[in-house]
């Protein structure tokens, strides 16, 4: 399709276990942007890359959490040591450039037990 | 600490009335306004936004009213339509739009 793609849709992992999530945004689009949204809350920024590099890591909760982007398209948000308080669906978005219209995937879904 | 704030979780609106959905800030470095609109098991879809330099943008049906001695924003929707039934949050940025600051998100259901 031509929108934000994200896998899995769902995951369900254990305490303590590493966790990978991958973005892969709308072809062109040069940055993207990793979001969490916990129940009954709104989106809660992470991480924002304009190309390869993070331009801004200051939402990351913890040393926990990373994200990569190597070529400038395809994103993984990587969370080691899974905790239950990590549950939430993880949104990717997606713009064509630095102050453009951000265009939402459907989210990962992750539950921690 | 919660810079953006939408105090009412849910709404309920006629068919063909307006639906008034609203936001208050308190970041004043804040001067871009975003409303997105989800529906369920889909991303939010941006909707309509707002520059701190106008008090007020229009697109169809959808109207945002900035009002920053006040530090509130509120989403117009007139005539509201079925289809309208999604939870709506509202976000602002610094500097353009790219690290948003939500709100808790508005249930609105408009009833036939």
């Known amino acids: 399709g031509a929108g934000v793609s994200q896998t899995p849709s769902n995951k369900v992992t254990e305490k303590g276990k590493y966790v990978e999530l991958r973005c892969d945004p709308i072809?062109?689009?040069?940055?993207l942007y990793w979001y969490r949204q916990s129940l009954g809350q709104g989106p809660e920024f992470l991480i924002y890359?304009?190309?390869?590099?993070?331009?801004?890591d200051s939402g990351l909760p913890n040393d926990r959490f990373f994200a990569v982007r190597p070529e400038g398209s395809v994103s993984t948000l990587k969370i080691q040591r899974t905790e239950r308080g990590d549950s939430a669906v993880y949104l990717c978005?997606?713009?064509?450039?630095?102050?453009?219209?951000?265009?939402f995937g459907e989210g990962s879904r992750l539950t921690v037990l | 600490d919660q810079q953006v704030k939408q105090n009412s979780p849910s709404l309920s609106v006629q068919e063909g009335r307006i639906s008034i959905l609203n936001c208050d800030y308190t970041?004043?470095?804040?001067?871009?306004f975003l409303w997105y609109k989800k529906y369920p098991a889909e991303g939010p879809t941006f909707l309509i936004s707002?520059?701190?330099?106008?008090d007020k943008n229009e697109d169809g049906r959808f109207t945002v009213f900035l009002n920053k001695s006040a530090k509130h924003l509120s989403l117009h929707i007139v005539p509201s339509q079925p289809g309208d039934s999604a939870v709506y949050f509202c976000?602002?940025?610094?500097?353009?739009?790219?690290?948003?600051?939500f709100g808790q998100g508005t249930r609105l259901t408009i009833n036939p």
């Open positions: 707002i520059s701190s330099i106008k």
């Open positions: 072809s062109g689009h040069t940055a």
């Open positions: 976000a602002a940025s610094v500097g353009g739009a790219q690290k948003l600051v």
């Open positions: 890359f304009q190309g390869t590099g993070a331009a801004d």
């Open positions: 970041n004043s470095m804040f001067d871009y």
């Open positions: 978005a997606s713009s064509r450039s630095f102050a453009g219209e951000l265009f």
